[in-house]
């Protein structure tokens, strides 16, 4: 039985060890034990587990290869891998399930399907994507209160700056031509407009990312997906920078 192998980390998910290295390693000793051979390995870096699975590359490359029959099992290190929410996590699941292909997870083996007969069967492997779902909302909740302990004594409470903007001295500063790629980001997202199609657009128009990369739709998710800055934290009087001509990726 051939399997594609499914690799996710978050920044969360970097923080806590289990990182890509070690989900692959886990993932091909369960296939050799198993009776797996795995046909490709798809990895989604920095990516949210909370993420439809239409905004993440490398899930959508992995569910294509067992549509089209070039596998016949999705192999993830935990099913936390595979979504950090239970409506994610059991969209996916039913997608595989009806192509009739098999999940498998190196902590449970495979992962058996709903049975009108075996309603437990269900409930238990919910259960467990609550918990996985409640575990990263409480680590987001303990992150956000210390930054709001930090931000009561003044300053900025996050280290690097968000798309947009620097920082300097403590407070941020709007970066023009970043500036202008967040306004046609939520233009184009009001517009009913995918993050796929806004990153196309982005790239399009030249428009930078943060770090040099390239636009994809994860990216435009995660910039999209951030409240937006209080204020208090932007200087009123931001240095003009020149824009910037070549389009690259904020992760």
């Not at 795995?38 to 990895?43: G, H, L, P, S, W």
């Not at 905004?55 to 999705?74: E, K, N």
């Amino acid at each position: 039985m051939n399997a594609v192998v499914y690799l996710r980390v978050s920044t969360l998910g970097q923080l806590d060890g289990f990182g890509l290295d070690v989900q692959e390693q886990a993932c091909r000793a369960y296939a050799k034990a198993n009776g797996l051979q795995v046909a490709a390995t798809f990895r989604d870096e920095g990516v949210s587990g909370t993420l439809e699975a239409t905004d993440r590359d490398g899930l959508m490359s992995a569910l294509a290869r067992l549509r089209h029959g070039d596998a016949d099992a999705l192999l993830v290190a935990r099913l936390d891998r595979l979504a950090r929410s239970l409506t994610v996590q059991e969209a996916v699941l039913a997608q595989v399930w009806k192509h009739h292909r098999a999940v498998h997870s190196v902590d449970v083996g495979e992962v058996m399907r709903d049975d009108p007969d075996d309603p437990m069967r269900t409930a238990m492997r919910q259960m467990a994507g609550v918990f996985a779902q409640l575990d990263r909302g409480m680590v987001v909740k303990r992150m956000r209160d210390g930054r709001r302990a930090k931000a009561a004594h003044g300053g900025r409470a996050v280290g690097p700056a968000p798309y947009g903007y620097r920082a300097q001295s403590g407070m941020l500063r709007p970066i023009p031509a970043e500036q202008d790629a967040l306004t046609l980001m939520r233009n184009l997202r009001a517009a009913g407009q995918t993050c796929a199609f806004i990153a196309a657009a982005l790239s399009h128009e030249g428009y930078p990312t943060k770090r040099g990369g390239r636009w994809t739709s994860p990216v435009v998710s995660r910039i999209l997906s951030r409240p937006p800055v209080p204020s208090v934290q932007i200087a009123r009087d931001p240095t003009p920078e020149p824009a910037l001509a070549v389009a690259g990726s904020e992760g």
